[in-house]
């Protein structure tokens, strides 16, 4: 039988992590790393008026998330 350890206490109102964005975390064993701040974070992709504009946000978009999910450690990103 598998034994599993809870990192919570199954508060009605949830559970966190992180309590601000200078707070360092991290997943599987990574560096730990305080929130990343990116202008694309605040931009609109889907509010762009040309088919480049929404071109150029999607891929720095995806970059980005890509890029916080491998700081992270949830994503192995490069090798």
Avoid: H
């Avoid at 992590?17 to 707070?23: D, L, P, S, V, W």
């Avoid at 008026?49 to 491998?70: D, G, Q, R």
């Amino acid at each position: 039988m598998a034994t599993y350890e809870q990192i919570t206490y199954n508060s009605p109102d949830g559970a966190q992590i992180g309590k601000a964005a200078t707070e360092k975390v991290a997943f599987y064993g990574t560096v730990p790393v305080v929130q990343r701040a990116a202008a694309i974070q605040s931009a609109s992709v889907v509010s762009a008026t040309s088919y480049i504009s929404v071109t150029s946000n999607l891929a720095a978009f995806c970059a980005e998330v890509a890029a916080t999910l491998t700081g992270l450690g949830l994503w192995k990103g490069e090798a």
